[in-house]
């Protein structure tokens, strides 16, 4: 394999095996080596030559994972036409049915192997998503009525923790049939904020992800 | 020191001296001789003979932690006279108000250091304390009308993991303000089901356990 003439894609080919091997594995039980040997003759070098370490590596995957998702909240955040609360379904709606999400729960990481990238997941959650995309739109919401709350900063962290967190069936495992009753639970603590955004084809996504997950999970 | 004349005070010294060892350098970070030194003359062997490893002893510490905790909600959740809303009331007024949370508040451990901790924390929520405890209580509530939901289960576990993980300052690190302004949407929440259990004293203790925190975190 040719290095350096095309750094990005040493820098894409490293980073797609890592994740997968982080994902099958887990992060703990994943060595450089394992990485190297899965590279097809990509040498200990050239991994030292873009990162510094194992978790340099797991910090970029996080990242470039992240990246496609804030692209995607912050094009809904900045459209127009749209109220604070149709903004939050729209985001919801394109969130679970990505197509990448059927990758990541068929892979099935179990996070208890993957403190870290909880930990990762959590607080980018509080300390990004929920303040640069979320919260914006809550203010809108409030704005134009669509949203009622005196505390926007906090509903935000609500919202999204129980949507990254609770409803995801790789943290808390659950059935397909649990994941819908989650989401009903859901769908009314938004309605005590005014928000009406769950619909039943989101329910049937959300009932066919945690299937998926549940055929896959290790 | 006598060992074995008194197994249970030993057993009892050894889960003290874990416990603050975990909650000050981190449990990854405690050996088994850390918690030696500690003890002043108990012999490698002598812990031995009462666990098999640093984990089982961990276990154990969360083990004492529960039961403490588990007692409190067995007692509201088989008290007489009170309708489903006012036992999670008195739950949440006396979780709060326990003095052993000032200690550990003190403490102040890092769960970014501890995710063995933080992992026992919330299946202990999800996998004991939402279905023994908080899931009755709300079965009775909606019987007697002071509850709304069609998904008992589900409720039990999103108030839970709220109130033990989100308005945790040592999970989310959070100042006094913050505290006191999530604790409100934590009461809307509440409101969007039926219940009106946060009050003013509660809003008070709140604000101090954050208080305690931020004064003595590491």
Do not use: C
């Not at 070098?45 to 510094?52: L, N, R």
């Not at 990505?98 to 930990?119: E, G, H, M, Y």
């Not at 409803?167 to 005590?192: A, H």
Request: net charge negative.
């Amino acid at each position: 394999m040719a290095r350096n003439r095309h750094p990005e894609e040493t820098v894409n080919l490293i980073l797609g095996v890592a994740f997968r091997l982080f994902m099958e594995k887990g992060y703990e039980h994943t060595s450089i080596q394992d990485i190297i040997n899965n590279l097809g003759g990509l040498s200990k070098g050239a991994i030292y030559h873009h990162f510094k370490s194992k978790e340099d590596i797991l910090v970029a995957v996080i990242d470039r994972m992240t990246a496609e998702s804030n692209e995607m909240l912050a094009d809904i955040r900045d459209s127009s036409g749209l109220s604070g609360e149709e903004k939050l379904k729209k985001i919801f709606r394109e969130s679970i049915s990505r197509s990448v999400q059927n990758d990541i729960f068929t892979v099935a990481p179990d996070f208890r192997d993957n403190p870290k990238l909880l930990f990762s997941l959590l607080h980018d959650t509080i300390d990004n998503a929920a303040p640069n995309y979320i919260l914006p739109i809550i203010r809108q919401g409030i704005s134009d009525g669509s949203i009622k709350t005196d505390y926007p900063e906090q509903l935000a962290e609500l919202i999204l923790l129980a949507a990254n967190a609770w409803l995801n069936p790789m943290i808390f495992d659950s059935t397909e049939e649990e994941s819908r009753r989650k989401f009903m639970v859901f769908r009314q603590m938004l309605q005590g904020f005014g928000l009406d955004i769950v619909d039943n084809e989101m329910l049937e996504r959300v009932g066919e992800l945690a299937s998926i997950f549940q055929k896959n999970k290790q």
